[in-house]
């Protein structure tokens, strides 16, 4: 069965830091972009950030732009987000999703992973 | 940014009803790349309806979707008990890609 499974959430202080893993199965890892999408409990949806196939290319939305950095290791099938300077406001639980096909919808969503950033 | 906006916020409604959901964006959505996901509490969101009136895999057809341009509408032809849930639309033709703030279909 295809899946993705986040890991590595947990509480961390404000100014702390936080990688998040996303380990994928049962599909072709390194044919498909990846995302992160995040959503506070009780509340909406927001996109963070999108690399794509090979991970050459990356985006972010602009309140993460310079504090968190996406990557993959295509051979190991997983994902990851370095969350640095983390804030309150980063609360949330986060979400890694992989994209239909190279800019289109998320198709696949793992089960999500919360962090807290508290003191 | 293009900025969605879900109407109704909640939408009471029994089994067997239609159900009609609106998402306006602030600005035309290219290509059609827009999205319907449905979620359920403490679920992830599922893929419902992509390109604007595709449908995901496994999505049943009362689920359906239409619209182009800056309005959009997911249509559910007679709701089942396990379609209650939140639904949320997407564009994902412009960077950044955004959501908008969700539909609650309650009972």
């Known amino acids: 069965e295809a899946q993705v499974v986040e890991s590595g959430g947990g509480l961390v202080q404000p100014g702390g830091s936080l990688r998040l893993s996303c380990a994928a199965s049962?599909?072709?890892?390194?044919?498909?972009?990846m995302h992160w999408v995040r959503q506070v409990p009780g509340k909406g949806l927001v996109w963070v950030s999108r690399?794509?196939?090979?991970?050459?290319?990356?985006s972010y939305a602009d309140f993460v732009k310079g504090r968190f950095t996406i990557s993959r290791d295509n051979a190991k099938n997983t994902l990851y987000l370095q969350m640095n300077s983390l804030r309150a406001e980063d609360t949330a639980v986060y979400y890694c999703?992989?994209?239909?096909?190279?800019?289109?919808?998320?198709?696949?969503w793992g089960q999500g992973t919360l962090v807290t950033v508290s003191s | 940014e293009i900025v969605l906006t879900q109407s109704p916020g909640t939408l009471s409604l029994s089994p067997g009803e239609r159900a009609t959901l609106s998402c306006r964006a602030s600005?035309?959505?290219?290509?059609?790349?827009f999205a319907w996901y449905q979620q359920k509490p403490g679920q992830a969101p599922r893929l419902l309806i992509y390109?604007?009136?595709s449908r995901a895999t496994g999505i049943p057809d009362r689920f359906s979707g239409s619209g182009s341009g800056t309005d959009f509408t997911l249509t559910i032809s007679r709701l089942e008990p396990e379609d209650f849930a939140v639904y949320y639309c997407?564009?994902?033709?412009?960077?950044?890609?955004?959501f908008g703030g969700g539909t609650k279909v309650e009972i």
């Open positions: 997407q564009q994902y033709g412009n960077s950044p890609l955004t």
């Open positions: 999703a992989r994209d239909r096909w190279r800019a289109s919808a998320f198709d696949m």
């Open positions: 390109d604007a009136s």
């Open positions: 049962g599909f072709t890892f390194s044919g498909y972009w």
């Open positions: 600005q035309s959505v290219s290509r059609s790349s």
């Open positions: 690399i794509n196939s090979d991970g050459s290319s990356t």
